[in-house]
């Protein structure tokens, strides 16, 4: 089982591969496309994270006292954002994902890439992870 | 004729570098960019002749209040208004509204009464009403939009009735670029005893404008869309409605005499304009319009349609974009959707090639709703466009079309 950053240095090393975004938006794009659709009875308000232009949803759930993720978005960039976050976290203790440091966001780039609007959107995904990972560890 | 390569050389912004690529900025629906001159008339203002306006007896005050108050003669005429003092300044479109929604809203508004809309406003000219019904027990309606994005005069008529006590129509649609028949719509609304507003924020730039002509009884626009400063604009009333209406905000300058036993209310248009106002940009808002006036609107809507022609031409061309808003009087925005494919995904590989174009809702969601879509992509386009940008737009596309398929 990797660590959350060896995950995370393995996606940053994915993207030094491309100088240009437009390679870096195929490969969001492709990967977006690669993901499964997130089953509709988890699409809902509660799952719903505001902020973002398109409508994503995030569902989470505990297994063997891990916690995973499963992720869908109607824009196929932001699905492909939205299961970065979901590649670096899902499957890890709910402990180690409130206490990760996401580096990568910013190592590859996207940050700085998306206009405030969108970074809103992405700040969203991330709080509404820690946010389960701190539920589930009170539990 | 309009010399474009001349014009845009007057425009600092359009020769940036996005992402490394050349600018292409087609979100002109949401604001537009600022000539040189604009830009100068603020800062000058700030360098040589700032001091805070109206009641100062030193030289910078008095010149201030000059040119501020030269702007106001300045609209005046540019609308067309019988009078100096139905020129009230605002933050802009929104401002305008809100301040009719508070005062003649509250006042002349009752329980029963009904306001009328249509479903393509912009969210500014819905929630200030839905927040006066919601106080005031009024009824909010509106005219439905057909398939092209037009309204139905005799859905007016049905709709329009003695129990309409206001009706508040966008001039042209933001989210389609439909142009709505507001000479008739203001001729409705009168021959039914009901008062009209024109929101013209989407019109100011493309059309000469001549309030006593059309006869409304409000209309306003932001600064900030014929090309001034943000944070400027108009509400134009008619004078007798204006002296009815209560003041919308309380402080300085909107009185005469304060006092703890009572405070007595300044005249137009003063009533109006509490605290110290965005005094720069109202004066560079003067430059604006001057710089239009210069280019002549009737030129720059010549232009602006052979450009919206050749653009709606090109994008038809692509396979599985639709466009939204095909209405036959149409200002130069389209809206389109690729088959399949999210606004948002086309507005983010477009922004990456230099190409600015708004994408989502418009802040018009019964559109939106209307058409059962998430949104639209929107291409809006100004004098200072060309059929060169369309091309890169249109390649723009087809590149999105490709790698999100």
Same mark, same amino acid.
């Given at each position: ?24 938006? +195929? ?18 308000? +509660? ?14 759930? *505990? ?41 990568? *966001? +910013?190592? *590859? ?14 700040? $969203? ?8 990972? *701190? $539920?589930?560890?009170?539990? | ?11 600092? /912004? ?13 979100? &002109? ?8 001159? %604009? ?17 100062? %007896? ?19 005429? #540019? ?7 139905? /020129? ?6 929104? @401002? ?13 508004? &009752? ?39 037009? /309204? ?21 649609? @933001? ?16 021959? @039914? ?15 000469? /404008? ?7 009884? #409000? ?40 006092? #703890? ?37 009737? &030129? ?32 130069? %925005? ?17 922004? &990456? ?29 100004? #004098? ?22």
């Amino acid at each position: 089982m990797q660590t959350i950053n060896s995950i995370q240095d393995e996606i940053i090393e994915d993207f030094s591969m491309y100088d240009d975004w437009n390679d870096k938006y +195929e490969y969001l794009i492709e990967f977006g496309k690669s993901l499964g659709k997130l089953d509709e009875q988890y699409k809902t308000e +509660e799952n719903r994270i505001h902020g973002c232009q398109s409508r994503v949803w995030l569902h989470g759930e *505990i297994k063997d006292d891990k916690l995973f993720f499963y992720a869908d978005s109607d824009a196929i960039i932001t699905k492909g954002i939205v299961g970065l976050l979901v590649r670096v976290l899902s499957g890890h203790t709910p402990n180690e994902i409130a206490e990760s440091d996401l580096y990568f *966001i +910013e190592k *590859i780039g996207l940050k700085d890439h998306l206009s405030p609007n969108r970074a809103n959107g992405l700040v $969203a995904m991330v709080k509404k992870m820690k946010t389960y990972g *701190i $539920a589930f560890q009170a539990k | 004729m309009l010399d474009i390569q001349k014009i845009r050389t007057d425009f600092p /912004i359009l020769n940036e570098k996005i992402r490394g690529k050349q600018l292409v900025y087609l979100d &002109n629906g949401a604001s537009t960019q600022k000539p040189q001159v %604009v830009i100068d008339a603020e800062s000058y203002y700030y360098e040589h002749q700032y001091a805070n306006i109206h009641r100062g %007896v030193h030289y910078l005050s008095q010149v201030g209040t000059d040119l501020y108050e030269n702007v106001r003669k300045q609209v005046q005429q #540019f609308v067309n208004a019988k009078h100096e003092h139905e /020129i009230i300044f605002t933050k802009g479109t929104t @401002n305008a509204i809100n301040l009719v929604a508070y005062t003649f809203g509250r006042k002349f508004i &009752n329980e029963g009464d009904e306001i009328l809309i249509t479903e393509m406003e912009h969210h500014s000219n819905i929630v200030p009403w839905q927040m006066l019904c919601e106080e005031k027990k009024c009824i909010l309606k509106y005219i439905p939009l057909q398939a092209d994005g037009s /309204i139905n005069l005799e859905d007016a008529e049905k709709l329009i009735t003695p129990k309409t006590k206001l009706v508040s129509v966008v001039y042209v649609s @933001n989210a389609l670029g439909t142009i709505n028949p507001i000479k008739e719509l203001i001729a409705i609304a009168h021959k @039914n005893g009901a008062k009209i507003l024109i929101d013209a924020a989407q019109a100011i730039q493309h059309f000469t /404008i001549d309030v006593q002509a059309l006869d409304c009884d #409000f209309f306003v626009f932001s600064g900030h869309k014929i090309y001034g400063p943000t944070g400027t604009g108009i509400l134009y009333g008619k004078d007798d409605i204006l002296n009815q209406m209560p003041p919308y905000e309380g402080g300085g300058d909107m009185i005469k005499t304060v006092s #703890f036993s009572g405070t007595t209310f300044n005249d137009l248009p003063f009533k109006f304009e509490a605290g110290t106002p965005n005094i720069a940009g109202c004066i560079a808002l003067g430059t604006a319009i001057k710089y239009v006036q210069d280019l002549g609107i009737d &030129n720059i809507r010549a232009y602006e349609t052979e450009l919206l022609n050749y653009a709606t031409e090109k994008l038809s061309a692509i396979e599985g974009l639709k466009i939204y808003g095909t209405a036959k009087h149409k200002s130069s %925005v389209i809206s389109f959707l690729l088959d399949g494919i999210h606004p948002y995904d086309v507005g983010v590989i477009l922004d &990456n090639q230099g190409i600015a174009i708004r994408t989502g809702h418009h802040c018009a969601q019964p559109v939106m709703d209307h058409y059962g879509i998430p949104g639209t992509c929107r291409a809006s386009f100004a #004098f200072y466009n060309t059929k060169e940008e369309v091309d890169v737009l249109v390649e723009g596309i087809l590149k999105a079309k490709k790698m999100l398929s």
